[in-house]
């Protein structure tokens, strides 16, 4: 059996390769937009993908399913509860796939979305017991899937809670303690609370430590999970609709096209965005006017999802040659309108000094003066939810990043304003959204909250 497990740090999802290397067959499990490693994984192990299994519809990514059937050939599956624009199979509960002497088996476990399924692996047919279980975003290392992402569409977050307590204990836990649990995300996904770094775990394990399964009601069950989740980008709601399109195929290998300053800024005369990708401290020291600043070092194109509204159109300024890797981390949340990239910035900054500016970043002492100086200072926490918890500076207007994009009318553009984030990383981000959209005078905070309660302490 091969089972290979693709992690994508930057969004914090887990994918899955099986195959049969008997039979040469293999399916992908929940595979990201950017298809080609699956493909070339599989060609190096002489398999052929025949299907492609969805868990659910994601909300934080939109998925490969189109671009790998497309490549391949492979057929689509979901869970029996899920209807699609496009062909799919419809997997029945205890429906076995037999890939050779590898089988899967598909457990219904509804709860973090009403169609999620887990796949149970058996490494050989006959076993008494299963090798692994793929839980989606049923069941993470730490925690479990949360329930509160089908409140758009009229599903209450206490009713797919009681539906996830029902499939955790009935499908998932009811596994022997030494079946492995592959999850669907990891730490820093937006799609549960508490998830831990570790990419594997057990069934056991699970069971003495994650604190979703232990011992409770399902009123308590309910009342855990639903409470401190953390304010979800605002793009999720478009990337789960998205998934049941049929949309348009990704050409990753497609470059976007160079573009000069008069180029950018006639885009941006026309509604398109300018996303400068490079490092906060480089763009604070020049950037061209009215753009937005989301480092690709970070969760790039998950802050991307807070701040840019679906469907604007975008061009990219990028250190030279990573403009199609900017292009694509931006696809993989459904956001395709990349119309192009400026050409050479440092050059082009040089020759049109008039199209440049510099930002505004403050230290914790100047921003400790400025508030006992500067009449009606509009300071703003974007922090999420779960780290404001633990304090925020006296009078911050809280406001997470992942829902600025819909939250910003909140403030007062006209007011003289410091943003402040963890670190100073996400705090770069809203401050130049916000001078993008017309805010006069903003700063962000260098060292953000940490050195801020530094100085308090001091």
């Keep these: 059996m091969i089972l290979e497990q693709h992690y994508l740090g930057c969004l914090s999802q887990a994918s899955y390769l099986i195959g049969d290397e008997t039979t040469g067959r293999a399916v992908v499990v929940d595979p990201r937009r950017d298809v080609a490693e699956y493909i070339d994984s599989a060609t190096a192990h002489g398999l052929t993908i025949e299907k492609v299994i969805e868990t659910h519809f994601h909300a934080d990514f939109l998925s490969g399913h189109l671009e790998l059937a497309d490549a391949t050939g492979a057929t689509i599956a979901y869970g ?32 973090h979305t009403p169609e999620s399924i887990s796949i149970v692996v058996y490494e ?93 009601s399902k009123d308590d ?92 159109p975008i061009v990219l300024v990028a250190e030279p040659g990573v403009e199609l890797e900017a292009k694509n981390r931006l696809a993989r949340i459904g956001f395709d309108e990349v119309v192009g990239f400026l050409a050479d910035p440092p050059r082009a900054f040089a020759e049109h000094p008039d199209a440049v500016t510099q930002s505004s970043r403050v230290d914790a002492v100047e921003l400790s003066r400025a508030r006992a100086e500067i009449e009606g200072l509009q300071v703003v926490d974007v922090r999420q939810p779960g780290e404001t918890e633990g304090g925020i500076i006296d009078g911050a207007i809280t406001i997470p990043l992942t829902r600025l994009n819909q ?42 909250f940490v050195a801020w309660e530094s100085l308090v302490d001091a």
């Design 80 to 111: 029996s509860a899920a209807e699609t624009e496009f062909p799919s199979d419809k997997l029945a509960h205890g429906e076995r796939i037999e890939l050779g002497d590898v089988v899967l088996e598909i457990r219904q476990t509804p709860g």
């Design 124 to 216: 050989n047919a006959d076993d008494a017991e299963p090798h692994a279980v793929l839980t989606g975003d049923a069941l993470f290392i730490g925690d479990v899937g949360r329930p509160d992402l089908m409140s758009s569409v009229g599903m209450t977050a206490e009713d797919l809670a009681g539906q996830l307590y029902d499939s955790l204990h009935e499908q998932l836990m009811s596994l022997p303690d030494a079946t492995l649990l592959y999850p669907g995300h990891g730490a820093g996904s937006s799609c549960g609370k508490n998830l831990s770094s570790d990419t594997f775990s057990t069934i056991g394990e699970q069971r003495s430590t994650n604190y979703a399964v232990a011992p409770m």
């Design 221 to 312: 069950f309910i009342a855990v999970v639903t409470d401190g989740q953390t304010a979800p980008p605002a793009y999720f709601s478009f990337d789960a609709a998205k998934n049941r399109e049929n949309r348009d195929i990704l050409d990753e290998t497609a470059a976007p096209v160079a573009m000069n300053v008069a180029g950018v800024i006639a885009q941006q005369v026309r509604g398109a965005i300018v996303l400068d990708t490079r490092d906060p401290n480089e763009f604070a020291v020049g950037h061209l006017v009215g753009s937005v600043n989301i480092g690709l070092g970070g969760r790039y194109a998950e802050f991307a999802g807070g701040v840019i509204q679906p469907g604007a």
């Design 407 to 448: 939250e910003l009318s909140r403030l007062d553009a006209a007011r003289p304003t410091v943003v402040y984030c963890a670190g100073g990383f996400r705090s770069s981000i809203a401050a130049s959204k916000m001078r993008s959209a017309g805010f006069a005078d903003v700063s962000d905070l260098l060292g953000g």
